[in-house]
């Protein structure tokens, strides 16, 4: 049996250029991009999906694969998906953000544990919010939803024909925002218990000064932000949900292939 170059070359190209798309979404997802999860892991799932998605995929028009124009369209392969993994990453480093605000607000930021997916120091309470995102995420199929749009990528972004232009990378930037607000929002309530707490304790201090409020009020805090942090859990997959559905939402937008 006998293969001809040019077929050897179109298939090279034609399984090379969506698997760079595909690992770089892999390399940014949520839960696969993590330091615990092996690399040859993650190699071989990235190229388990490309052999599935290959006979749905046009064939690339290359004349040459090392050249480089080819370069050039790895390149642009690596940002697409990476770009659309870093939207879920955003998404879930919102849940990381307010539980280090409620950490410091309530005395417990000095407790620190290493973030598995990013290699540094987090609070605890930002940790245990990260590890809820993270079951949500799958328990929710959002796995299932990341790769839903790669393939639907490659209907938006031919290879060799489109890419993102720069109003959509804007807007990909513009979309961090909503972290901060999403994060501030779901700590808020905690936030306001704690700050009545901590004025209850200044009108104790000043009707009785005899009384050494504040040498037990920094203990007192800790265990009122541990009630605290557990009587609004219950808000916490509503938030989930909202942020999802936003991140879902940008996703469709910059792929524009999307009707719900």
């Known amino acids: 049996m006998e293969f001809a170059a040019s077929s050897i070359t179109q298939f090279m190209a034609d399984m090379l ?56 369209l790895v390149i642009q392969q690596l940002i697409i998906g990476v770009a659309i993994g870093f939207i879920s990453v955003m998404m879930l480093n919102t849940f990381v953000l307010a539980g280090q605000v409620i950490a410091m607000q309530t005395g417990l930021g000095f407790a620190s ?20 995102a993270t079951l949500l995420f799958w328990t929710l199929d959002g796995h299932l939803a990341m790769i839903k749009m790669i393939v639907m990528s490659f209907q938006a972004f031919p290879i060799g024909e489109a890419w993102f232009t720069a109003e959509q990378f804007k807007e990909i930037a513009h979309w961090g925002g909503w972290m901060f607000v999403a994060a501030v929002t779901l700590s808020l309530a905690p936030i306001v218990s704690l700050l009545i707490v901590n004025l209850s304790f200044g009108i104790m201090t ?25 009587l609004t859990l219950d808000n916490f997959t509503y938030h989930f949900e909202i942020q999802w559905q936003r991140a879902q939402l940008l996703m469709c937008n910059l792929l ?5």
């Open 17 to 72: 250029l969506p698997f760079m798309r595909i690992s770089g979404m892999f390399a940014a997802m949520v839960g696969v991009s993590a330091k615990t999860v092996p690399a040859p892991i993650r190699a071989l799932l990235t190229l388990f999906l490309t052999l599935v998605i290959i006979p749905v995929v046009p064939p690339v028009n290359l004349v040459e694969v090392f050249s480089v124009s080819t370069f050039v």
């Open 113 to 132: 544990i290493v973030d598995p997916v990013n290699g540094i120091n987090v609070p605890a309470v930002g940790q245990f919010y990260l590890i809820l």
């Open 206 to 230: 000043k009707a009785a000064p005899q009384l050494n409020i504040f040498s037990i009020g920094f203990a007192i805090a800790q265990i009122m932000g541990l009630v605290i942090i557990w």
């Open 256 to 260: 524009q292939v999307c009707n719900n």
